[in-house]
């Protein structure tokens, strides 16, 4: 019945999450069935939610009510899959009519069986829970084809009172570092590979009674196919003197590294249920400064957390001055149902915390634009990721530079390569980007 139909594949939320919906994407390629960009043409169309927050449901309601607008020309079906059903299937199965197939994170081998029932019974199915963790499908990547997400681990065990992740997610699961391997592998001629979990230097722990990630990374580093590797969401309290002497001699490894920390103040990371503390904080800052000079370090940050004081956001600021991160992303608190911290009072008035974001950017952006105009005058080798049309100009990124969450290099170039790495001469800078040449460009 399935046979002849055409997907579609809408993925929201993280790049954990993207590396599912690539999953998913390579199992329906496997079954071969054929897949299709044009949601208009789509008979059957998947949307691979998150939930992490409300503003994040919201999104992925919005996108199947607009999905379901196709259902007047070719579409049949529409699949909701992911994070959102997995927690809020209760909420959301009544009043969602326009979805026709349910499915939690675990699920996504059912989704055939699912739509079969759904065709034969002209019923709307909920296999939410049905089916079992897993992560040995192949994958089609949704990347650029240079740049690929290795997702090394889910769950999460750390219970930040702020998170609805564990209660989505389930306690920390690593996946056979084998398998990993086996996945790093097949995915072709890699220039950068961003690893990537909800913790990820927690790697192992779980699986073999030992943290095993710089292991993981070792193996990784060598395999010929991989020429940098990326890491992302560092917890500061893992982060011991091994993964720092490995970020610093292996070569394969971008002095990049990124550790949220969501607060600077001790009171509120106590209330946070964070393990760390300021001055613990600034001190691994220096230590990883004192080993690898060049390193970048990004971090992300929460305001308006529940009882947080003006002068506590005060100090935040003072703690950013202090610490001289390069890239840094802020959010206001939200209060999400079934977490320790929505029980909290005071909770702070929504304009007060998007005054407090707003204040806290400004204050990074004198510190990036510090930063980066360092940069001036000097060759540095980027990453060409293609062509930026409306700056008529190639695009790419440093070492510094992030996929999707840093800043850029804008480069001329009397030719360049995606995929491809280039000396830069940085001309100018701005409180985000990079603007350079090539030395034979003129």
């Known amino acids: ?27 329906i390629k496997n079954k071969g069935y054929l897949l299709t ?51 809020f299937i209760d909420e959301l199965y009544v009043p969602l009519q326009e979805a026709d197939v349910f499915l939690g994170i675990n699920d996504y081998e059912k989704i055939f069986e699912a739509l079969e029932r759904s065709y034969k019974e002209q019923k709307r199915q909920n296999y939410v829970g049905k089916g079992e963790d897993t992560y040995t499908f192949d994958r089609v990547i949704t990347t650029d084809e240079h740049v690929a997400y290795l997702k090394i681990a889910d769950g999460c065990y750390n219970h930040c009172t702020y998170c609805l992740i564990p209660k989505i997610r389930g306690k920390y699961r690593s996946y056979p570092m084998e398998y990993l391997l086996k996945e790093a592998k097949e995915l072709g001629d890699i220039a950068e590979l961003i690893v990537v979990a909800q913790d990820t230097t927690r790697y192992g722990e779980d699986l073999y009674g030992e943290n095993r990630f710089v292991e993981l990374l070792r193996k990784l580093s060598a395999l010929d196919n991989i020429q940098t590797i990326r890491l992302l969401y560092c917890y500061p309290d893992v982060i011991g003197d091994d993964l720092i002497e490995e970020i610093q001699s292996n070569e394969k490894i971008l002095k990049y590294i990124d550790i949220p920390l969501q607060h600077s103040e001790d009171r509120i990371l106590k209330l946070m249920n964070r393990k760390g503390k300021r001055e613990k904080y600034l001190a691994l800052f220096q230590r990883l400064r004192e080993r690898i000079p060049s390193i970048a370090i990004r971090s992300t940050f929460i305001t308006g957390f529940p009882t947080e004081t003006e002068g506590e956001f005060e100090e935040m600021k003072a703690f950013l001055k202090e610490a001289k991160l390069l890239n840094c992303g802020f959010f206001a608190y939200s209060k999400e149902p079934d977490t320790a911290a929505a029980k909290m009072k005071p909770q702070i008035h929504y304009a007060t915390k998007q005054r407090r974001v707003r204040a806290l950017y400004e204050t990074q952006k004198e ?40 800043g850029k290099v804008y480069f001329n170039a009397t030719e360049a390569v995606q995929g491809e790495r280039y000396e830069i001469v940085i001309d100018s800078a701005d409180s985000y980007d990079l603007y350079g040449h090539t030395e034979d460009y003129e």
């Open 367 to 406: 510190i990036s634009a510090k930063i980066l105009s360092e940069f001036v005058g000097k060759k540095i080798q980027v990453l060409c990721d293609g062509i930026d049309y409306e700056k008529s100009c190639f695009v790419g990124r440093a070492y510094f530079n992030a996929p999707d969450i840093d």
């Open 1 to 27: 019945m399935l046979s002849k139909k055409l997907f579609g594949v809408i993925s929201l939320g993280c790049d954990k999450n993207r590396v599912d919906t690539e999953k998913l994407l390579g199992m």
């Open 37 to 87: 960009d044009d949601l208009s043409k789509a008979q059957i169309v998947i949307v691979n939610t998150c939930a992490f927050l409300q503003s994040a449901r919201q999104e992925a309601i919005e996108t199947v009510l607009e999905c379901a607008d196709y259902k007047k020309g070719a579409l049949e079906k529409i699949v909701v899959t992911g994070c959102l059903p997995q927690k």
